[in-house]
T-cell receptor, first 117, second 112 residues
Framework: GAVVSQHPSRVICKSGTSVKIECRSLDFQATTMFWYRQFPKQSLMLMAT?????????EQGVEKDKFLINHASLTLSTLTVTSAHPEDSSFYIC?????????????FGPGTRLLVL | LAKTTQPISMDSYEGQEVNITCSHN???????ITWYQQFPSQGPRFIIQGYKTKVTNEVASLFIPADRKSSTLSLPRVSLSDTAVYYC?????????????FGKGTKLSVKP
């Protein structure tokens, strides 16, 4: 399966600052990447679909101006949390889709823990 | 999109076989069934995927009845390290690659 990395693994920032999270597909060219958010003891929630060379598609209720997504290459997508607030503290996970045969399988990154003080 | 329903939690003991069932009554013809495992503070890890009947790999088996409205993940001889949350997803093939909706998952606790 595809190998996905994220950087940083954890970040602490002050309220009002912006934080950038990188998602890299290490061995697979991904035209599409997905960004999820997971709060403690809850399931993953899809935030947006990142499309290489075009605008991201955001899920209902996710502010596109707050969560900026850039997918400039086939191996890198970035999520920038702008003007972060404590309620943005969460576990952010990206994934890529791979699978020429059968169903599309999601391969996930290790996640980024964001803590906003 | 097919919604999935799983038990919230399950308990087991080391060495036992664990079967986690997922219902997906609205599964479409092109949908595949995929199971993921997630440990705390880690991204989900792919376990197994299937379309019908039975699929087996080195870590698990997946049983899918003919009507495909449910599926069962079977973990043989679990160990303490299998304690995790297990998610069942129904994913469309080809063009339906977006909008992966995660249910609440099943929290498996393996005891010594």
């Amino acid at each position: 399966g595809a190998v996905v990395s994220q950087h940083p693994s954890r970040v602490i920032c002050k309220s009002g600052t912006s934080v950038k999270i990188e998602c890299r597909s290490l061995d697979f060219q991904a035209t599409t990447m997905f960004w999820y958010r997971q709060f403690p003891k809850q399931s993953l929630m899809l935030m947006a679909t990142s499309n290489e060379g075009s605008k991201a598609t955001y899920e209902q209720g996710v502010e596109k101006d707050k969560f900026l997504i850039n997918h400039a290459s086939l191996t890198l997508s970035t999520l920038t949390v702008t003007s972060a607030h404590p309620e943005d503290s969460s576990f952010y996970i990206c994934s890529v889709t791979a699978g020429a045969q059968g169903g599309q399988t999601q391969y996930f990154g290790p996640g980024t823990r964001l803590l906003v003080l | 999109l097919a919604k999935t329903t799983q038990p919230i939690s399950m308990d087991s003991y080391e060495g036992q076989e664990v079967n986690i069932t997922c219902s997906h009554n609205n599964i479409a013809t092109n949908d595949y069934i995929t199971w993921y495992q997630q440990f705390p503070s880690q991204g989900p890890r792919f376990i197994i995927q299937g379309y019908k009947t039975k699929v087996t790999n080195e870590v698990a088996s997946l049983f899918i009845p003919a009507d495909r409205k449910s599926s069962t993940l079977s973990l043989p001889r679990v160990s303490l390290s299998d304690t995790a949350v297990y998610y069942c997803l129904v994913v469309g093939y080809g063009g339906s690659q977006g909008n992966l909706i995660f249910g609440k998952g099943t929290k498996l606790s393996v005891k010594p």
